[in-house]
């Protein structure tokens, strides 16, 4: 028997607009709604960014506070994950602005990159200052890994005594700048997992269907909303992130597999508190 699947929904991200989609939610309490959407539609988990209300990415501290308490007071026992990646150019400080009280989960993002036509700066120095913060604040790193190198700097981590097990490592595959997201670059990468290692794949664009079927079946959790793609078929705009889980959740079944509740997430993420939810 294979674990239960831990649907992540990613909600907003730093860089889809609502000039692309009507549907990106840019306020806390937007934001909020669509990771409780997506929480009712089978996610046990919510990758959160935060936008300024005009849309721009925000770090802002009192944005994620107000998500979580608006997510929290609707009922939603999500785990909560908060992005320190931000958005490329803003400086470390910023990016971990995020680390509110009430994140449970903090990104860790293995590397620089080009992404798209801009850099997204990840020196080793910033990992480990990411990383240390994480530790000091009770956190379980989700180590985001979008090409091949970035799982010998998550080696290095190890050794250096940064990370403790077990691991858990989000592949975002897709990026312009980053690995594609293939079968055969997905399948090379897992060859290089240590254990114990949960590890959990997104795939950008149009890719996030296929790469969601395909990490259900080698027995990967998954990860889908608007961050990464705003598209449930050719042409055709999501809703909302709700709508992408649904489509993981008919997979997941198709697949034999069985969604994550909140709790069993926590478990398997070793995540021992349970949040506070009205
Ligand atoms: N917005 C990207 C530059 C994360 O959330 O940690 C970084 C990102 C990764 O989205
Ligand atoms: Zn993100």
Redesign the pocket.
């Known amino acids: 028997m294979s674990d239960p699947v831990i649907i992540t929904a990613a909600v907003v991200?730093?860089?889809v607009t609502r000039a692309q989609s009507p549907h990106v939610p840019y306020t806390p309490a937007e934001i909020a709604q669509a990771a409780v959407d997506a929480w009712r539609a089978g996610a046990a988990s919510v990758?959160l960014?935060a936008r300024w209300p005009d849309g721009r990415?925000s770090q802002e501290p009192v944005h994620f506070r107000e998500i979580i308490d608006r997510l929290r007071a609707a009922g939603c026992d999500a785990v909560v994950q908060c992005?320190?990646?931000?958005?490329?150019g803003m400086s470390v400080d910023e990016r971990l602005g995020s680390l509110v009280e009430g994140a449970e989960m903090g990104?860790l993002?293995l590397g620089t990159m080009n992404?798209g036509d801009e850099v997204?700066l990840n020196s080793r120095r910033d990992i480990v200052r990411i990383a240390g913060r994480l530790r000091e604040r009770g956190l379980v790193p989700e180590c985001?890994v979008y090409d091949a190198g970035m799982l010998d700097t998550l080696a290095w981590l190890r050794r250096q005594g940064h990370l403790a097990p077990p691991y858990h490592v989000q592949f975002?595959l897709g990026v312009p700048g980053g690995m594609s997201a293939s079968a055969r670059n997905l399948r090379f990468l897992l060859e290089g997992l240590p254990e114990p290692t949960h590890w959990t794949a997104a795939g950008v664009g149009r890719a996030q269907l296929e790469l969601a079927a395909l990490a259900l079946g080698l027995g990967g959790h998954v990860r889908v909303g608007l961050?990464d793609n705003l598209f449930l078929a050719k042409g055709v705009l999501a809703k909302g992130s709700a709508e992408l889980v649904e489509r993981a959740v008919g997979l997941a079944r198709a697949a034999g597999r069985v969604p994550a509740t909140p709790a069993e997430a926590r478990r398997l993420l070793g995540i021992e508190a349970s949040p506070a939810v009205a």
């Open positions: 991200g730093a860089e990758h960014h990415p992005s320190t990646g931000g958005a490329v990104t993002n992404f997204f985001e975002v961050e």
